[in-house]
Structures are given as structure tokens and as C-alpha cells.
């Protein structure tokens, strides 16, 4: 799991390649988050976090994700919260 300065953190397989290979040497900080756990997403936000990024159901796994209580942590956070 990596954390960021830049706060934006996933949950998809597709999308760690994305950030590794071109927005981490771009100087964003991302935190890697099992996004149907919501402690350890709320846990993962910190105060610089701008972006909460969750793809639901996920792929490969199909794994669900709680959309109303990820939104509520991102805007408590005062993030942007996008669904794939």
C-alpha cells in the first residue's frame, strides 16, 4: 500500500498498473485500499486527500464496495469521489 501526498487512493488491479507507471513518478502520493473494507478506508484518507477513486463491483474479483458510506468519508475529507 502506498500513501500520498497527492491522497488519491484505489482499489483496482487495472488502475495500480495506471498509477504506478505514470501518476507515482509524477509525484502523486496513492494509498492502495481494499475498498469494501470501510475502516480501512477511512483510515486511509489524511488530511492532503483529494481524490477517492473506487471501481464497484471491482474486476477481476467483483467485489462490492459501500458507495454511500465511501462518499460520506471523501466529503467529511473534502475530496472529489469518483465510481467507476
Known amino acids: 500500500?502506498?500513501?500520498?501526498?497527492?491522497?488519491l487512493f484505489v482499489q483496482?488491479?487495472?488502475y495500480r498498473k495506471l498509477l504506478r507507471d505514470t501518476f507515482i513518478p509524477w509525484g502523486?502520493?496513492?494509498?492502495f485500499v481494499d475498498m469494501t473494507d470501510v475502516y480501512q478506508t477511512r483510515s486511509a484518507v489524511r488530511r492532503n486527500t483529494k481524490l477517492v477513486f473506487v471501481e464497484t463491483p471491482s474486476?477481476?474479483?467483483?467485489?462490492i464496495a459501500d458507495l454511500h458510506k465511501?462518499?460520506?468519508?471523501a466529503h467529511?475529507?473534502?475530496?472529489?469521489?469518483v465510481v467507476c
Open 1 to 7: 500500500q502506498r500513501r500520498a501526498r497527492s491522497g
Open 12 to 14: 483496482s488491479l487495472r
Open 28 to 31: 502523486l502520493e496513492v494509498s
Open 59 to 63: 474486476n477481476p474479483q467483483i467485489k
Open 70 to 73: 465511501i462518499s460520506e468519508i
Open 76 to 81: 467529511e475529507a473534502g475530496a472529489y469521489f
